[in-house]
């Protein structure tokens, strides 16, 4: 891909809804390998089927993303720090903390009901 990652200030405008100006505004690392990978299963599944419905959802779901990074780039690097611990844990051998409630418990605190 040429598109280079920019940096966005939160005051900045969304991007463009183009595979392009998505990439663009992706400005971790792991989003942008992320994309990468991604676009080329959704390419390899539209040449398969010649469904074009597949690329549409793949465009909005990273918009969506690209959207987040352009308004809180800081909140997007973040989100990665937790799982780069729990990776390099797993990689040295330590054991991986648990939390003491499951999910449906943290979901249920928060007032999210299935």
Known sequence: MSAQPQEYSPEAPLPEKNLRAIRRALVVPQDRDGFDAGLDVVLAEVRASLDL?????FIHTWWLIA??????????????????R?????????PIPRGDKTWRQLLAERGVER
Request: include cysteine.
């Open 67 to 84: 959207c987040d990074s352009t308004k809180d780039p800081q909140g997007r690097r973040d989100l990665y720090e937790p799982a780069a």
């Open 86 to 94: 729990v990776q390099d844990m797993a990689e040295t051998g330590k």
């Open 53 to 57: 419905g597949r690329l549409s959802e």
